[in-house]
C-alpha cells in the first residue's frame, strides 16, 4: 500500500507542479504569456500525471479487494515483482494517454492565442480550433470518458464486494480497522471523478467566467492538495502529534487564562 502511496505522491506532485510555477510566475510578472512549446508541455505532462493517477487508483482498489478478501493469498498475488508490473503499466499507460491527446489537441490550427484559463485547458483549447481537426481530439474524449466509466463501474463493484466481507468480520476492531484503510482510497477516488466531472462534462465556454475558473481549480488543484491530507489522517504519528500540537496549544490557552483570572 506504501508503494503505491509514494507513486501516488509523485503523481499530485508532478501535476501541481506543471501548471502551478508558470501561473505565479505570470502572476508575479503581471503577464499571461506561454509559449506555444510551453503549452505543449503543459498539456502532456498534466495529463500524463493526472491520468496515471486515475489509473493507479484504479490498481490500488484491486490492492484493498486483494487484503481484504483474499487475505491468505496477499503475499502471493501482490508480491513486489507483481507491484512492480502494475506500476509501470500505470506510467506507460498514462504516458500513451497523454501523448494521445495532445497530439489530437495540437493537429488543429487555432484561431485565436488567447486561452481563458490561468493553464492551457484541452476544453479550452479545442474552442479555438479554426477546423473540424478537433472532432478527432472529441472522439478520443468520448473514448476516454467511456473508459474511465469502466474503471469507476469496476471500483464500485470492487467495493461492494470489499464491503461486503467488512461486514462479515466478527469483531469490532477487524471492521474498523478494515474501514480505516478502505475509506480514505474511496474519498480520494470519488473526490478526483467528481472535479473531474464537473470541469470535463460541462459546455466549454468561449468567454471568461467565475464557474469555469473555479471548476478547473477544483479538478487540477483539489485533488492533489487533499490527497496527502486523507492519506495523512491513518497515521498513527502524525495523529499524535496533532493531538500533542493541539494539547499544548489549550495548555497555553489555560494557562494564560489562570494568569488573567489572578490579576
Known amino acids: 500500500m506504501y508503494f503505491f502511496l509514494m507513486n501516488l505522491a ?5 501535476a501541481i507542479s506543471v501548471i502551478i510555477p508558470k501561473s505565479i510566475a505570470n502572476s508575479l510578472m503581471n503577464t499571461r504569456h506561454i509559449s506555444y512549446a510551453g503549452c505543449v508541455g503543459q498539456i502532456l505532462f498534466f495529463v500524463f500525471f493526472i491520468s496515471s493517477e486515475f489509473a493507479l487508483l484504479t490498481v490500488m482498489a484491486y490492492d484493498r479487494y486483494v487484503a481484504i478478501c483474499n487475505p491468505l493469498q496477499y503475499e502471493m498475488v501482490m508480491n513486489r515483482a507483481a507491484c512492480l508490473k502494475l506500476v509501470a503499466g500505470v506510467w506507460v499507460a498514462g504516458l500513451l494517454y497523454a501523448v494521445l491527446h495532445t497530439c489530437g489537441t495540437f493537429a488543429t490550427p487555432f484561431c485565436s492565442n488567447i486561452v481563458n484559463q490561468f493553464f492551457c485547458e484541452i476544453p479550452q483549447l479545442l474552442t479555438l480550433a479554426c477546423s473540424n481537426l478537433y472532432l478527432a481530439e472529441i472522439g478520443t474524449l468520448v473514448v476516454s470518458i467511456t473508459f474511465v466509466f469502466g474503471c469507476f463501474v469496476y471500483i464500485v463493484v ?8 467488512v461486514l462479515k468480520i466478527p469483531s469490532v476492531q477487524g471492521r474498523k480497522k478494515a474501514f480505516s484503510t478502505c ?4 474519498v480520494v477516488f470519488s473526490v478526483f471523478c ?30 492533489p492538495m487533499f490527497n496527502p491530507i486523507i492519506y495523512s489522517m491513518r497515521n498513527k504519528e502524525i495523529k499524535n ?10 495548555s497555553s490557552l489555560d494557562i494564560s487564562s489562570r494568569l488573567v483570572l489572578k490579576r
Not at 470492487?158 to 466481507?165: G, L, Q, R
Not at 475509506?183 to 474511496?186: A, D, G, N, T
Open 10 to 14: 509523485i503523481q499530485d506532485q508532478g
Open 183 to 186: 475509506i480514505p482510497h474511496l
Open 158 to 165: 470492487t467495493y461492494v464486494h470489499i464491503f461486503t466481507a
Open 194 to 223: 467528481f472535479t473531474g466531472c464537473f470541469a470535463y462534462l460541462r459546455p466549454p465556454s468561449k468567454t471568461p467566467s467565475d464557474l469555469d475558473f473555479a471548476l478547473t481549480v477544483m479538478y487540477s488543484l483539489v485533488p
Open 241 to 250: 502529534a496533532l493531538s500533542k500540537l493541539l494539547g499544548l496549544r489549550q
